[in-house]
Every structure is written in structure tokens, then in C-alpha cells.
């Protein structure tokens, strides 16, 4: 990981975001958010846009619900709300250019939803048992700070090339494949890859994030996606698909803005298809 300084100049940021529900599930329980905020105000950003890190720090996330009925697709929802409301409150922090404190900011995140769906599940019967995944991004000038707890990733992309998975993958499964007991193609078919040690809500006690920091300059990308992304893709394929650059298509005089979120879910779930599949992918330049 490089190290920039505290004192990094703003950068520009492009995103783009893609939800599918593939063609097994009849709901789709995962969620996305793209938010920009400071010290005053928080705006929802639409799944397709572009902002400089002059003036506001920035937030992404994914997540994936479980649950019966309904009861997924509402604690994914409730995840990225909270975020709306936790996040913005620290901006001056990252303000001031305090990296003591921001773990720990990104760790009570975590805790307040974990208790807010504890709350929800254990007050409304059809949501006993509520809980969900969550992979958040916190970019300032010069640095990603990141949180994660389940089974969703986030992925780094250096303009240099190689794909690193920054996150872990809260599974048995993923610790055998971390510690090189099986490849890539085996972790894919293990009939336990689904099964988690962590996630938010549900009957888990406490919560415990993986939380980190990774610096990045102009010509790096970020990935998040929930699990359903790496099931119809490996990951060479997904760098692959990331360095691809489509160019954009005129439409009644008017450009098209080009959305590789959208390309690498449509691409996932052609080739599987098996659970809700969604992709957010933040371009720096």
C-alpha cells in the first residue's frame, strides 16, 4: 500500500453502480449507496456520477441482506441509511487530517446498525433473524478508509495493474483460500462458501469489523461488490473488465455516459446468475 501524505491535492472521482436480482431470486436484497458529505450537509448521489475531493469527503457501500421474507432486503436498506446519518458526523476529522480516530469512527458505524437491526428484528416477528453484509468506503484526499464485515469485497486496482482484494471474506471458505489451502476455482464451488462467521444483526453478539486504509493516486480504481459479483467472475476477469474503456455512444445528438458497474453485473450474471448480484466501481483521475 502507498503511503501519501496528509496534505494530498483533491482528486476527481467517477462512479458507477449496478444492481441485478440474477435470475433465481424473486427480490433483490442487496443495497448500494453513493454519498458525498461535509461538515454541514450529505447528498445522495445518483448510481452514475462525477465530483472532485476539493470541497467533501466521500462514501460507498455495499451490502447484502439475509433474512426471511422481506426481512433481507430491509436490513440491507437499513445499513446504508444509517450510514447517511453516522458518516457525515466525523467529516471534521478527516477535515483536520486526523488519522487517529477514523478505525475507531468506522468501528461505531458498524455497532449503531448492528444494534439497529438487533432493535428491528427482536421488535417486528417477520424480521427475527434480520442480518446483512457490509462493505464501506470512506474516501478523503489521498486515502480510502474502509470497513467490512461478511462476505461482500472491496477491491483495489492500482493504475499499474494487479488486482488486490483489500477485504476479507468473512467465511471458513475465504480463510482456506487466504492461507492457500485451495485456489480461486475451488473457494467458488465450496458447497460452504455461503456460509458466514460474521455479519451484521442477526444472532451475532457483537461485532467485530475489518477496518483499514488504503492510499491511491489518479489512474487508481476501487471495486465493492456483494458475492453474487465473483460468482459468475473470476477475478481476472473482473481486472480485465475493469481496464476495458468503452467509448461512449451518441444517442439523438446526445453522449451516453459509459457504466462498467453496469458491464461487469450484466457480464456476472450471464455467466451465473444465482443470487442478486451488484457492483460499484469509483475511478480516480
Known amino acids: 500500500m502507498k503511503h501519501p501524505s496528509v496534505s494530498a491535492p483533491p482528486v476527481s472521482l467517477r462512479w458507477s453502480a449496478w444492481t441485478d436480482r440474477g435470475k433465481v431470486r424473486t427480490n433483490n436484497e442487496d443495497s448500494f449507496l453513493a454519498l458525498q458529505f461535509d461538515a454541514r450537509e450529505v447528498r445522495?448521489?445518483?448510481?452514475?456520477?462525477?465530483?472532485?475531493?476539493?470541497?467533501?469527503?466521500?462514501?460507498?457501500?455495499?451490502?447484502?441482506?439475509?433474512?426471511?421474507?422481506?426481512?433481507?432486503?430491509?436490513?440491507?436498506?437499513?445499513?446504508?441509511?444509517?450510514?447517511?446519518?453516522?458518516?457525515?458526523?466525523?467529516?471534521?476529522?478527516?477535515?483536520?487530517?486526523?488519522?487517529?480516530?477514523?478505525?475507531?469512527?468506522?468501528?461505531?458505524?458498524?455497532?449503531?446498525?448492528?444494534?439497529?437491526?438487533?432493535?428491528?428484528?427482536?421488535?417486528?416477528?417477520?424480521?427475527?433473524?434480520?442480518?446483512?453484509?457490509?462493505?464501506?468506503?470512506?474516501?478523503?484526499?489521498?486515502?480510502?478508509?474502509?470497513?467490512?464485515?461478511?462476505?461482500?469485497?472491496?477491491?483495489?486496482?492500482?493504475?499499474?495493474?494487479?488486482?488486490?482484494?483489500?477485504?476479507?471474506?468473512?467465511?471458513?471458505?475465504?480463510?482456506?483460500?487466504?492461507?492457500?489451502?485451495?485456489?480461486?476455482?475451488?473457494?467458488?464451488?465450496?458447497p460452504r462458501r455461503n456460509v458466514l462467521q460474521k455479519a451484521l444483526g442477526g444472532g451475532n453478539q457483537f461485532v467485530d469489523p475489518q477496518v483499514g486504509a488504503v492510499g491511491y493516486e489518479p489512474g487508481d480504481a476501487f471495486l465493492l461488490c456483494t458475492d453474487g459479483l465473483v460468482g459468475g467472475l473470476f477475478d481476472q476477469q473482473l481486472e480485465e473488465m475493469l481496464r476495458v474503456k468503452k467509448a461512449k455512444k451518441a444517442k439523438a445528438a446526445k453522449a451516453i455516459e459509459d457504466n462498467p458497474a453496469q458491464r461487469l453485473v450484466e457480464e456476472s450474471v450471464k455467466n451465473d446468475g444465482r443470487d442478486n448480484t451488484t457492483a460499484l466501481v469509483i475511478q480516480v483521475s
Open 44 to 190: 445522495r448521489l445518483g448510481r452514475v456520477g462525477n465530483a472532485t475531493t476539493t470541497n467533501a469527503d466521500f462514501a460507498f457501500a455495499v451490502s447484502d441482506g439475509m433474512g426471511g421474507a422481506m426481512a433481507g432486503e430491509f436490513a440491507s436498506r437499513i445499513a446504508v441509511e444509517k450510514i447517511t446519518t453516522l458518516l457525515p458526523r466525523s467529516f471534521h476529522q478527516s477535515a483536520r487530517g486526523l488519522d487517529a480516530g477514523v478505525n475507531d469512527v468506522l468501528a461505531e458505524v458498524f455497532d449503531q446498525i448492528h444494534r439497529a437491526l438487533l432493535y428491528v428484528g427482536e421488535s417486528y416477528e417477520e424480521c427475527a433473524g434480520m442480518a446483512t453484509t457490509l462493505s464501506l468506503c470512506w474516501l478523503t484526499p489521498g486515502w480510502l478508509y474502509f470497513g467490512h464485515i461478511g462476505d461482500s469485497r472491496i477491491y483495489y486496482l492500482p493504475k499499474g495493474g494487479g488486482l488486490k482484494q483489500v477485504t476479507h471474506d468473512d467465511t471458513h471458505v475465504g480463510w482456506l483460500y487466504r492461507n492457500g489451502q485451495i485456489n480461486e476455482r475451488e473457494a467458488r464451488t465450496h
